[in-house]
């Protein structure tokens, strides 16, 4: 009896009975009429009772989950369900999703007739990496009559690992490929010069270009021969992620830590797909988390494990064990993409020395965030006193951010300076810059 719940259909027909009771106290005549749609009400009960329960497996139902959830994406986790009774049935579903979505009001309603299947899905944006523990798919079925419901659990306690973000690789890839990215318009990568490996020699067709000819080989062949190169590939390319205090700090339910590791995913396919090496460490009280600079196959599968589970631990960074650990570590010169957050020109000032040393053998890019919330107040029209106040202050934490690029431009220090949710764009784009100007 467990799995049997009453439907408030029983409890209106229970009303209305025990109105008809009211009123035969005022005309006698309605008692009978009183006792016979007490009976009946509770005869259609029993029929209701014997209708769901005299068939064991009347329902089934599956969730299908996905093999991993993607952070800070909508994820859709399917759920099947066939109808095995003989007649019409309108169930409530209720699956019992991780406490992680603090989501209590999930509920679905369908109607399924019989032998028939349902098929439907709903989404999910984990805003943490981690374990995501599912409970009870709860089913509850009703007959036609809708006075009792039946209730059927399946595939309790399943786990699903939230990864870094993967789901828009594919995108990035393609956008990378032809070298365009979309950011409040177009903004095409240029190709400066020749930094590139030779590849081939091949005969000249308009379009080409003239600088390419090569000379000796068009005397022996009488025809227009050109040089044909193609990108430089297996450069280093190392990811350092800032995961002290500093990075906690949310937008968008998304904290700078968990964009800074989607953008590293983000960036590590790019930098495979392109034939470079992808490596990467965190840092804050010491370096951990350390994946050497490879591009094997397996080389994404790595890097996604190791910022799989990575957390803050709310300590000040310290810059001078990341410069030694660097110094040692890296062994050739290698492209150092940095993602951390300076909020004041003095927060950076008592790191410089430490990025200035990094940068002597290393082509450094230091990325760090607007923030969304200060960019709200310099845009908006204030209207008082207070909105003034609140605006000047804004502007002077903006122009502080300006003065830090300044600063690190003097050193000959890169930086990207993007809004959290623009930040995989904009540090793709910073690579593929990079690669176009064959400054690295």
Known sequence: MKNLYINTRFFFALIGVGILYVLAFFFPFLMMVAHIALVICFLAVMVDYLLLFNQ??????????????????????????KNNYNFKINTKIIDEIPFQFQKRDFLILKTIDPGKNTYFQYSLEPKERGEYHFGSLNVYASSPLGLVAKRFNFQKDAMLPAYPSFIHLRKYELMALQSEFMLGGIKKIRKLGHTMEFEQIKEYVPGDDIRTINWKATSKTNRLMVNQFQDEKSQRIFILIDKGRTMKMPFNGLSLLDYSINAAMALSHIILKKGDRAGMMTFSKKTENKVAAENKSGQLKKISEALYNIKTDFFE??????????????????????????????????????????????????????????????????????????????????????LIIQELRKYGIYTVYTLPENLNIDVINKYLEIKARGIL
């Open 56 to 81: 064991k497996s009347g329902l089934q139902a599956q969730r299908i989950l996905p093999e991993k959830l993607s952070n800070g994406d909508e994820n859709f986790i399917k759920i099947d369900i």
């Open 317 to 402: 960074s310290d810059f001078n064990r990341l410069y030694q650990d660097v110094k040692y570590s890296l062994n050739q010169r290698s492209l150092v993409l940095l993602f951390t957050n300076f909020e004041t020109l003095d927060g950076l000032n008592r790191q410089l020395k430490y990025l200035r040393g990094i940068a002597k053998n290393h082509l450094l890019v230091v990325i760090f965030f607007k923030n969304s919330e200060l960019q709200t107040l310099i845009h908006k029209n204030p209207e008082s006193m207070q909105e003034i106040y609140d605006e000047v202050i804004a502007e002077k934490f903006e122009f502080e951010k300006k």
